[in-house]
Structure formats: C-alpha cells, structure tokens
C-alpha cells in the first residue's frame, strides 16, 4: 500500500497469477486469480490463490476464501451493500456472498471477463464472453434464476463505442475504445 506521495506504508504478498483487486471500505482486500495462481507455476508448495478468491485483512492475513473449486476467477465486482459477486471456470456460476452465505445463478454466457452491476439490483451486465469481448449483454433476476441475454449497446452519440479495455466497480464502468478515448457510465436495470 502506498499514502498519497508514493511511499510505500505496507507491503504483502498475495501470490501471483492476480486477475484482479478490489478494496472494500474497511480496508480489506479481495483478490482473483486466474489459472497460474490457482495451480501455480512459480515455485509455490501451496499457491496463496489455490482458492482462487482471496478476501485478505487489513494485515494481510486470509480471512475469507471461496470453496467452490474455482479453476480460473473470471469476474468479479461488489455491490452498493460490498457483497461480492463473482464469476469463475470451470462452472460459470455467478455467485453472491456476503462472505457468510452465498447465492448461485447460472447465467448464459460462457467465459464473460466483466460484470457489471446496475445500482437498482434488478440484473447484471456481463461482457458477452468467448469470442464476444467488448460486447455486453443483461440478464435480470427473475425468482431464483436468471433471464435470456439481451444485447446492451455502448454508444457515444450514435456511435458505437469499439472497446479496447474495459473496468467497472458496482453499477460504473470505465471502458476505453480503440482511440485511446475515456467513458464513465454508471448503469440501471432499466
């Protein structure tokens, strides 16, 4: 961790094979891991990430790991209420939990790399996944389940946005196109 002229005020190992990090308002730290972190390849006995979802303490110590056999965290966000949602190979479950209990929905889409969470928490978007990224598609909450894709264009005054990279925190993400140029959007169900 570094204070706000760089320097650094706590340093931790969480492993390698990272796929992404969020931190929570009271200073924990949730990680995901993509293959190499889970099954290791450097040099690790037990790779830190073989959970494949690591809520870490303010100190750096494991808290709280998934128990799902994740092979590869594909996505993952948080809510307005910090339940983390995440979505992960080789199930393609998306999972809610509170770190006490958790909820599972199977979505149709395969091999989504984002999720983004409207703020009504009505439905989540998904980048549509294997031979699709960049592409976006809505599935709302319907019971226990969740509904058929619908298409969620990205457009900038008529345009559509072509997406270089994309990252989101709840209902905002950040994306940006192939002209190097940002969007902000914070998104509804509706």
Known sequence: MFDEFGNIIRQYCFGDGINDVIA?????????????????N????????????????KDGSAVWEADRGICDCYAMNIDDSERLWYYYYTEFELVCTDFQKEKAYLPDIGGSSMLILPSDGQSVIFDKGYQKH????RESFIGDRLSAPEDVPLEYEGDEISLWRCTSRGALA??????????VKRFFSC
């Open 42 to 57: 450097y040099g690790w006995e037990q790779p830190l990430g073989a959970s494949g979802l690591v809520v870490w303490s």
């Open 24 to 40: 929570l308002s009271d200073g924990r730290i949730v990680t995901s891991y993509f293959d190499e972190g889970v099954f290791g």
């Open 174 to 183: 950040a994306f940006i196109d192939n002209e190097c140029r940002l969007f």
């Open 134 to 137: 960049g592409l976006f598609a």
